[in-house]
Nanobody, 126 residues
Framework: QVLLVESGGGLVQAGGSLRLSCAASGLTFSDYVMGWFRQAPGKEREFVAAISRSGESKYYTPSVKDRCTISRDNAKNMVYLQIHVLKPEDTAVYYC???????????????????WGQGTQVTVSS
């Protein structure tokens, strides 16, 4: 059974930083592209970032590209999302995802991802 468990969310002031973590189990972690999505209240789920199996390739949505770093540790089955200069519009539930299909490019479509975590809430106060 594949399990993705996010942690690291919380309440933070605008301008602050957070590091989200995702622990994966039940899969051969290095065989999966890993991603982060988020969903704000009343809005659709949106792509944030993805990282290739080796960690060499990364892809960010433009709105966070200059403020986010996605990374992974294949030895620990962990993926991380560091977000700097947090803004109130970053408030959302953040989800960790895993994509097992070998694609030419990292995908920003939620339909490309096979497994999802339960999410961790990030709230940014102004």
């Amino acid at each position: 059974q594949v399990l993705l468990v996010e942690s690291g969310g919380g309440l933070v002031q605008a301008g602050g930083s957070l590091r989200l973590s995702c622990a994966a189990s039940g899969l051969t972690f290095s065989d999966y592209v890993m991603g982060w999505f988020r969903q704000a209240p009343g809005k659709e789920r949106e792509f944030v970032a993805a990282i290739s199996r080796s960690g060499e390739s990364k892809y960010y949505t433009p709105s966070v590209k200059d403020r986010c770093t996605i990374s992974r540790d294949n030895a620990k089955n962990m993926v991380y999302l560091q977000i700097h200069v947090l803004k109130p519009e970053d408030t959302a539930v953040y989800y960790c995802t895993a994509d097992r299909v070998r694609r030419l490019l990292l995908s920003d479509s939620q339909y490309a991802y096979d497994y999802w975590g339960q999410g961790t809430q990030v709230t940014v106060s102004s």
